[in-house]
């Protein structure tokens, strides 16, 4: 199994930044694809920003230059530095693991980290 914790998250205000983390543990040895998606009330989950094994990233157009997906070399961190941030990022934040992107087995989620920004 896999385990994802994610933490934090929280209160912001609009045009500050935050920097949310998703803790890895467990049978990781097999994941190629690490990602980010929210989820706001009343709306589907959507994919933030993804990294792949070789290093190369997705971003939602949204989030482009605002955002920074990053991991550590073991795989047992991923990151999300959140810049300039807009009340509609307020969501619930879930990190992802999963095998491949082509793979629907071996997908693992993280039960998510609230962020609210608003003043």
């Known amino acids: 199994q896999v385990q994802l914790v994610e933490s934090g998250g929280g209160l912001v205000q609009p045009g500050g930044s935050l920097r949310l983390s998703c803790a890895a543990s467990g049978s990781i040895f097999g994941i190629n694809v690490m990602a980010w998606y929210r989820q706001a009330p009343g709306k589907e989950r959507e994919l933030v920003a993804r990294?792949?094994?070789?290093?190369?990233?997705n971003y939602l157009d949204s989030v482009k230059g605002r955002f920074t997906i990053s991991r550590d070399n073991a795989k047992t961190t991923l990151s999300l530095q959140m810049n300039s941030l807009k009340p509609e990022d307020t969501a619930v934040y879930y990190c992802n693991f999963r095998r491949s992107i082509y793979v629907p087995q071996g997908i693992y989620w993280g039960q998510g980290t609230p962020v609210t920004v608003s003043s």
């Open positions: 990294i792949f094994g070789d290093g190369s990233t």
